[in-house]
């Protein structure tokens, strides 16, 4: 039987001095298929249950009263000297050495787990070698193993079959006309127009949030990237959002079912930046608890909404591509998800690791970014999606961003070759000093734009198969809520730019 007797001791042992291991609020998940045999399954399940009816002090007597009322599994108990038993293994546990010991028995219960559907475990453990160099040389990858790692090393083997075995969904081949009028009649019933972003003028300038399109949102650290995702989620998910200035809720009718996947920042911390945009309410006073008694009550009303709004978030701190397709599949399929923030495009030791396993070449930091990008433009495509993302920018963005020259994709992070990915591109900043200069002519001459002084510009780069490209958007953010009131839009000169405003009404 695979398993190792030494281990299960000293996490019984572990148990019997310390109960809160098995606590329903525990870090250590053990269930009682982690024990092979029926005699360890029974010490183990009447430890739990009686640490869940509140026994703090685990022992033989203890355990021997509970096992009476259950006749079978008490004669199992004394079949194998069961009281011998636990009294040897409350000798010898080391609760410092615990996680060693768990995490040993957590990968016999998933070798387990995968020979019973069928995979060959031998690569891994091998309990049928002889040679005693082949056994130490196999004990000792196999103690250096991660159970993360044997996941991989699984997942792994199954895309090498799907990709042997698929067919492709991405390569296709039409004569020029064929399905056209299909197209046009689709085109006339639903335009080519998606939902709308939390900001007036880019929901104009991009048609809203297209499915199949992936848009790129950079900045420099502070000009709020999450927290503008968070804010897309909450106009497409919230089910109501609070209109200061009428003082009432307003229903949102949108529905859109959207994620955040953040590699950063916790759901907790996403969840309070939602908070803050449904009510109005800026997000310090709520970390800080100091908010007036309407405020309050408008973000319990809020935290109830977010409850009721389809909108969910990941967090994926370590990750690499199979992961994020992974968890890009799972909210499509279980949540139904259309609308995907992806926050943000950068590298993690995982996915170097993953690369260099698969091409056995280690690639750099600009060529993982563009794989990065790549993939997410192709999930967009392969699972009809809206996805949006971000990244930083390079070193160079604020040398030019002090002369006022143009900003575009070539100061993004890492890799240029990342904005050739994506549908629609766009970089916020702060003003710079030339541009301060051509706010105050332009509210001078055409009026306050609704009393708000722009602080932001969104740099537009990038607008595949729209009219406006190489614009700025002057726009003013809370940074507190991540309300915005969008002021004007201009040219690379700062001199102003008529933009239609596109209005979309929920279907």
């Not at 970390?287 to 008694?293: A, G, I, K, T, Y």
């Not at 915005?484 to 596109?502: G, H, M, P, S, Y």
Request: with cysteine; glycine share 6%; hydrophobic share 35%.
């Amino acid at each position: 039987m695979l398993q190792d007797k030494q281990t299960i001791m000293q996490v019984l042992g572990c148990i019997l001095k310390d109960p809160s291991i098995v606590a329903e609020s525990s870090k250590y998940k053990l269930v009682p298929e982690d024990f092979p045999e029926k005699f360890h399954k029974i010490i183990f399940s009447v430890m739990r249950n009686l640490q869940r009816q509140g026994v703090e002090d685990l022992n033989l007597i203890e355990i021997v009263g509970y096992l009476q009322e259950y006749p079978t599994q008490y004669k199992v108990f004394e079949d194998a000297n069961g009281d011998e038993y636990i009294e040897k293994v409350q000798e010898f546990p080391s609760l410092e050495n615990f996680d060693y010991y768990y995490e040993k028995l957590k990968k016999f219960s998933l070798l387990r787990e995968m020979q019973g559907i069928g995979f060959d475990i031998s690569g891994i453990y091998d309990d049928t070698l002889i040679d005693p160099k082949e056994q130490e040389e196999m004990q000792s990858n196999f103690d250096s193993t991660s159970v993360e790692e044997i996941l991989r090393l699984y997942e792994n083997n199954i895309v090498e079959i799907k990709e042997k075995f698929k067919e492709s969904t991405e390569s296709s081949s039409i004569q020029g006309g064929e399905g056209v009028n299909k197209l046009l009649e689709r085109i006339k019933k639903s335009p080519e127009i998606g939902a709308p972003m939390n900001s007036e003028m880019l929901t104009s300038l991009f048609r809203g949030s297209r499915l199949k399109k992936f848009y790129l949102r950079s900045g420099t650290t502070g000009v709020g990237k999450t927290r503008n995702m968070v804010a897309d989620a909450c106009v497409l998910s919230a089910t109501m959002l609070y209109d200061t200035k009428k003082g009432q809720w307003i229903e949102n009718k949108w529905g859109k079912h959207s994620n955040v996947t953040s590699t950063e920042m916790l759901q907790e911390e996403l969840q309070t930046i939602a908070l803050a945009f449904i009510s109005d309410v800026n997000e310090e006073k709520i970390q800080l608890n100091n908010m007036s008694e309407d405020e309050e009550a408008r973000v319990i009303k809020a935290a109830e909404i977010l409850g009721d709004s389809p909108i969910w978030f990941d967090y994926l701190p370590d990750f690499n591509i199979q992961e994020i397709e992974r968890t890009i599949e799972r909210n499509v399929v279980k949540n139904r998800v259309q609308y995907y923030f992806y926050d943000y495009i950068h590298t993690s030791v995982s996915i170097f690791a993953e690369m260099a396993k698969g091409s056995g070449i280690k690639l750099r930091e600009d060529q993982v970014l563009l794989v990065i990008s790549d993939k997410l433009k192709t999930l967009a495509n392969k699972y009809g999606i809206f996805l949006s993302s971000a990244t930083q920018l390079n070193g160079e963005w604020k040398e030019a961003w002090k002369k006022g020259e143009v900003i575009d994709g070539q100061y993004l992070s890492g890799s240029k070759a990342v904005a050739n990915k994506i549908d629609a591109g766009m970089i916020i900043l702060p003003l710079s000093n030339k541009e301060k200069k051509a706010v105050e002519k332009i509210m001078t001459a055409s009026g306050s734009f609704g009393g708000r002084e722009p602080n932001f510009v969104v740099h537009v780069y990038k607008n595949r198969g729209n009219r406006h490209v190489n614009v700025k958007v002057f726009t003013y953010i809370n940074m507190g809520t991540m309300r915005i009131k969008d002021c004007f839009v201009t040219n690379v000169d700062n001199e102003i730019v008529n933009v239609d405003k596109l209005v979309i009404q929920a279907g």
